[in-house]
């Protein structure tokens, strides 16, 4: 079959051939309609050798959805030709967190050498995807795998951190969104969705802040050095009550701190490298700062239900499997508006 891999450290991907793998006992084989293609692969593949925590080569893509093409001994529940999405943060399934359905937080998933597709274990951007366990297949009913599964975590992962915040986001109250692409411009959506406030998007390009005032932001403003004082004067100098960063680099986390209320929540998401200090007098008084990563598996559910309702809609750009290299491309260069996709059997 066909596979995307990332094969040398600081080499770029490429499409290769590579054997058909077979379910062995609780696995599932999937037959992939559409892979997301995410800007943490983009982080990833710029790790040096170093801490480099993988072994190559590596398929990517965490953002998978198919058709169970065959079942594993032991594997019930499922059906041949049934249509689902994968759950990425593949856990133990045993320790209390995994019990709860957050395996994004399992507390033996290093220690036994678990990882998530795309990250670790062969992924996605392939034709064809072994599945570690049934449990981690929701199914898809009538949604559009395409359109569907960069919510798996593009719609995952904000939901997640915004869900966390929903107390303090009570109407007459600002959220910032900072970083309006893959995951942000679904996270503007979500915060018009699931609340009556005032989103505020930031971004450095003017076509990232047209889609997000096309999906539901309120005001959108250039992420710059004086991007803190706009929102500081959109919200009549208080400040937002949550502030979400889907960079995370050094000047946007700045940003973040700068734009947040007293009491405010500030949510890194994005993995760019950046950290905001913590401590009396340096942030408002009381401000939380998290840095949550991925969601739960009924939260995905949740957000697959969101979809059905109309209430989320991803922007997508459609790639072939040998374009695939390309998609990676544009998202390193900034060119892609919404999420690129991969279809590695159409």
């Known amino acids: 079959m ?19 793998p077979e379910p062995g006992p609780g696995e599932v084989l999937l037959k992939v309609t559409a892979a997301g293609v995410c800007h943490s692969d983009i982080a990833v593949m710029s790790w040096p050798a170093d801490q480099f925590p993988y072994p190559l080569p590596l398929t990517l893509g ?3 959805a198919g058709t169970v093409a065959a079942l594993g001994n032991g594997v019930i529940g499922l059906d ?6 994968v759950y990425g943060p593949w856990g133990c399934g045993r320790c209390i967190k995994c019990a709860a359905g957050a395996e994004n937080y399992c507390l033996r998933a290093r220690e036994l050498g678990i990882n998530p597709p795309g990250l670790g274990a062969p992924g996605a951007i392939a034709e064809y995807l072994i599945v570690d366990d ?15 599964v960069p919510l798996t975590d593009a719609g995952l992962t904000p939901y997640h951190a915004i869900k966390q915040s929903l107390p303090k986001l009570t109407p007459g109250s600002s959220a910032v969104v900072i970083g309006t692409g893959g995951l942000g411009h679904v996270a503007v959506q979500l915060l018009r969705a699931l609340t009556s406030v005032r989103v505020i998007a930031l971004d450095v390009s003017q076509d990232k802040l047209d889609l997000a005032r096309k999906v539901g932001a309120h005001e959108t403003i250039i992420s710059d050095e004086g991007a803190a004082d706009k929102v500081k004067e959109l919200t009549g100098g208080v400040g937002a009550q949550a502030v979400f960063d889907f960079v995370g680099a050094a000047p946007t986390v700045k940003t ?3 734009c947040a209320s007293v009491e405010a929540d500030v949510t890194i998401v994005g993995i760019g490298g950046g950290t905001l200090p913590v401590g009396f007098g340096v942030l408002p008084f009381e401000v939380s ?35 695939a290299p390309e998609a990676y491309e544009r998202l390193h260069a900034g060119t892609i508006n919404g999420r690129a996709v991969i279809l590695p059997n159409g």
């Open 256 to 258: 973040a701190g700068a």
């Open 289 to 323: 700062v998290k840095s949550p990563y991925w969601g739960t598996r009924d939260e995905l559910i949740e957000v697959f239900d969101l979809a059905r309702a109309g209430a989320i809609d991803v922007h997508v750009e459609r790639f072939s499997l040998d374009e």
């Open 80 to 85: 041949v030709g049934e249509s689902v999405a």
């Open 134 to 148: 049934a449990r981690h297949l929701v199914p898809l009913g009538d949604l559009d795998p395409v359109e569907t």
């Open 2 to 20: 066909k596979a995307l891999q990332y094969r040398e450290i600081g080499a770029a991907p490429e499409v290769v051939e590579i054997p058909t």
């Open 62 to 64: 965490h953002e998978g």
